[in-house]
């Protein structure tokens, strides 16, 4: 038996794949040959899903602390006894401190929109109980609010029209790691002679496959915006026309791309001032050209306005009149499911908890309710979170498949379903398309899914809100039916039937060749003296104790923290490594294969050395996914980031971090 279903992973390609069954078994995985994205194929990482959710190491009962918060050290309950505990407890808090004393913490572990991040999964009944709203801001909020400001939406560029394009920009984003299925498009494009262009701190695997690498300072994308904008100018190709017609604020914008000649915008960037203008006269004579921005570009201080800036580039060049041009950051800005997280449910506002402001906002928390997250893995300023969950006072409930460092703080355990063993609906933030995965196995031992855990939990408090028992399918229903003409036709039949659904859009898709979808329906350019934020990094590298800018990009290996208890994908992955400049080695005595320290004021992590260029002197990087408990130090890279937000969004700041590399 075929069994049609899709990856939940956090990454903009979200697969459709295709699971062979056999005796109730899975026992194949492969993606999607069908699929117009997918094409057949899956990752590194998810070719083992399989194996992953047999794993010898998989939680499969409800558990009950029996040591230390930290120990990992637990007893098998039944699941009675752990809502029976689990409601009590949440009564109690509720009654003595109020609901807004439970902060259910929810990651993208998932991004379903049945048991996932997406459709704010559980919201209905932490409204019943009055608990605090979560902000996820720990991925993509502060580019989301950079294009939104400018667009009126994050949603841009249908990534498939890539092939039409002649100038690629891959910004800030190493495809070939976090998003490969984009890569054919970008090779049909080469094959009709586009020009690549990779723009990142790091000599990525992708940057390595480009026609031409520029090595920016981190946290300095903006600059380079107005630098390359300046050339067009110079060029005298600007679309006056689509400005006219299009955008609004453009007199003041052009002021201020005209105070970022390519000279100054050199010593800013760190890139040389002949391949600004070598690009900039590029991008002046080329159309279409597209660019590809991902997360990794707006996590730092000034990341809101760098998308925002960076997006005003096809305003000026008028590529978003055609098919091949624009800016593709992520497609989820037109996806129109309804989410309705039932807001009518609260007996009054609460207030609203941020992801990466765990360590310091956890002090007026009483329950710490984890899904979809490895906070210890994943989340700033990992040494006072820990100190935060070793309190006796506060009541950790996490929902999980495998026994984390989080899991090892919680109180109660409950085992969660894996994507083959449960109903979702999905829509991947890198493509148009809507996805059904429909479960394929039963689930082992005793795990349940989200949903059905919420309703469990629902009924053995006694709660008669009707809507907290909806089925999966009854949910799924109600997402699809916000009326947007973009599902029309789109029924929850025909996606179980098919798998997949192109929402309604045309191909190829120029969303923004007549007009925005914002009050004015122009694009709105930003303020004098508002187009560029430099980062902390940027302002401050290179003097003090901390002189060197530490980037933390994504493993080739791990989806964040998934995986990384895989052992043949921790094999590949080694322990920590850190790249280091050959000068900046030089200075500090480090040498290849000897473990340094990598640390500032708030924390340090250990790490083998590699001496490499593929950093610009100044620039540290070490990838991160890392279980702490698995490497020496126990520690990974968050263990030095520290809570801060971004100008916009209250983005992450994960790009940001300033540090000093020593021998150990």
Known sequence: MRVLGACPLDCPDGCSWVVTVEDGQAVKLRGNPDHPYTRGALCVKVNRYLEHTRADDRILYPLRRIGPKGSGRFERITWDEALGEISTRLRGIVEEHGGEAIWPYAGTGSLGYLQGCEGVAGRRFWNVLGASKHWLNICSSAGNSGLTLANGTPGGMDTEDFALSRLILLWGTNTLTSGHHLWKFVQEARANGAYVVAIDPIRTRTADQADRHLAIRPGTDAALALGLLNVVLAEGAQDDDYLARHTAGWEAFREEILAYPVERVAEITGIPAEDIHSLGTRLARTRPTAIRATMGIQRHEGGGTAMRTIAAIPAVTGDWRHPGGGVAYSTSGHVHLNIDTRDDLLAKPVRTLTMTRLASELDSVKCLWVYGANPL?????????????????????????????????????????????????????????????????????????????????????????????????????????????????????????????????????????????????????????????PSRSAREAGSGPYPLTLITPAAHTFLNTTFANNPELRRRAKDPVVLVNPADAAERGLESGRRARVHNAGGEFLAEVEVSDRVARGVVASPKGHWPKHVPGGANPNAVVREADADLGRGAVYHDNLVEVSPC
């Open 377 to 533: 893995g994943s989340t700033s300023d990992t040494g006072a979170i820990r100190r935060g969950l070793a309190r006796e006072d506060l009541f950790t409930v996490v929902m999980e498949h495998f026994p984390t460092d989080t899991v090892d703080h919680a109180d109660i355990v409950l085992p969660a379903t894996m994507q083959t063993e449960h109903a979702d609906l999905h829509a991947g933030y890198g493509h148009m398309y809507l996805h059904w995965n429909e479960p394929a196995v039963e689930a082992p031992g005793e795990c349940l899914s989200t949903t059905e855990t919420f309703r469990r939990l629902a009924r053995h408090m006694g709660l008669t809100e009707p809507s907290l028992y909806d089925s999966d399918l009854e949910l799924a229903e109600q997402l699809l039916a916000s009326g947007h003409p973009s599902l029309e036709g789109v029924t929850l039949d025909r996606l179980r039937k098919e798998g997949w659904v192109r929402m309604n859009y045309p191909k190829p898709f120029t969303p923004f060749a007549e007009g925005f979808p914002t009050s004015s329906g122009r694009m709105r350019f930003p303020s004098r003296g508002k187009a560029y934020v």
